[in-house]
């Protein structure tokens, strides 16, 4: 008996949605665990556990540079299969024999998760029309912090009903399994680019790797994004060893932050504005959480630096749907190198930020001045991208769009 396909787009984008989220929960779970893991192993080498940081760290800046290959080789309904079912490899965590398949296990994983997130874009673009874009791409902005917080929040939880966090990860792994194979029944746009996407330009439609990195609204649309997440794995990697605790608080103000940005971006349709003011606040609250001395501005510097990290997401991720002439071979180059060059900018800030701990023994004050200063990317970054939005400034007041 042949299955009906799924055509219905919201089913299309609650599977991303809970794909995604799921990633996040086996990759945060794993590494709520890691401490057990690496004594079931009778490993207790410092320098083993940061070789597994930085297979991860690997895996997402080869596999976000490497997911638009994926994708034009095998369309992205298929790239994104391979993507969960490299999210399931997970599934070795908890029961590796060996620090070997467990390095294994995570870099498989990370690369899952690094190429899933590049095809948030052409899927949505392939399946939702522009005025809905915004909304769809600030929910999967917000997958990844769903999922952690439900780790942060319920691990013990999950523990307590499977039986053990072994059985909480393989729990989350064979979910993960799960939605690949409901994934293989939703209809392929791929072949039907052409005929949705016939009024774009030829040009759009053999947008190639060496056609992006000489674009340089690539390099300057990644290098705006990589001080927020330079920042954003500091403060869950350093800050914490440098006695500021208020991390944590980031999360639950990252989802809001980013639910209000979705109910903005749908009223407010010019994207610079939010990004700018967004960046400016963000340095500001990243000096207040790094230099006070005082519980609660760093308290506060830390709430607000969740809201405003993830407000403007939803107008910056929605940036290259409104770019004229997008095809969804272009949309998944331009994300491609969009994560890679960030992750890669980011990985090398964080190595200096770790150097200059190392060299002042231990005094993170130069650290943090470096910190603050990349933050500012997402500020001075907003004033060389473009303003894609088809509607005068004065449209917040009442007019009506302006006629091309």
């Not at 501005?297 to 991720?317: C, D, E, R, W």
């Not at 969804?328 to 980011?346: C, P, Q």
């Amino acid at each position: 008996m042949k299955l009906n396909k799924i055509q219905n787009k919201y089913v299309v984008a609650v599977l991303v949605f809970l794909s995604y989220t799921l990633f996040a929960m086996a990759w945060v779970g794993g590494t709520a665990s890691m401490n057990q893991i690496m004594a079931a192993m009778n490993i207790d080498s410092l320098a083993s556990a940061s070789f597994i940081s930085g297979a991860v760290t690997l895996a997402k800046i080869v596999g976000t540079f490497a997911a638009a290959w994926v994708a034009l080789k095998f369309g992205v309904k298929y790239a994104f299969l391979i993507s969960g079912l490299l999210i399931s490899i997970g599934l070795l965590t908890p029961f590796a024999p060996n620090y070997e398949l467990l390095l294994l296990s995570r870099f498989l994983m990370g690369l899952g998760g690094a190429l899933m997130i590049v095809y948030f874009n052409p899927i949505v673009m392939a399946w939702f029309e522009p005025e809905e874009r915004p909304t769809i791409n600030g929910i999967n902005a917000v997958s990844f912090n769903v999922g952690t917080g439900i780790i942060l929040w319920q691990m013990g939880a999950f523990n307590t009903l499977t039986g053990g966090w072994q059985n909480s990860l393989v729990l989350f792994s064979l979910a993960s399994i799960v939605l690949c194979g409901i994934w293989l029944m939703v209809e392929n746009k791929d072949k039907k680019e052409s005929t949705v996407n016939s009024d774009t330009t030829e040009e759009a439609s053999n947008y190639s790797y060496i056609d992006g990195l000489k674009d340089k609204f690539n390099w300057q649309y990644a290098l705006t994004y990589s001080g927020i997440l330079t920042f954003y794995i500091c403060l869950f990697t350093f800050y914490p060893k440098a006695g500021i605790s208020q991390s944590a608080l980031v999360i639950g103000s990252g989802i809001i932050g980013t639910l209000a940005g979705i109910v903005f971006s749908k009223k407010i349709t010019a994207r610079l504005p939010v990004i700018r003011w967004s960046g400016l606040i963000i340095t500001l609250t990243v000096i207040g959480l790094s230099f006070s001395t005082s519980e609660l501005i760093q308290t506060s510097s830390a709430m607000l630096l969740g809201f405003f990290i993830f407000f403007p997401i939803t107008a910056l991720v929605t940036i290259p749907h409104e770019l004229p002439s997008m095809t969804g071979k272009k949309i998944t180059v331009i994300f491609s190198l969009f994560y890679s060059i960030s992750y890669l900018a980011g990985t090398l800030i964080l190595w200096v930020f770790g150097k200059l701990v190392d060299l002042n023994q231990g005094d993170y004050t130069y650290s943090f001045i470096l910190i603050s200063i990349v933050s500012s990317t997402f500020f001075f970054g907003s004033f060389f991208l473009p303003e894609t939005n088809q509607l005068e400034t004065t449209t917040t007041k009442g007019s009506v769009p302006c006629e091309e």
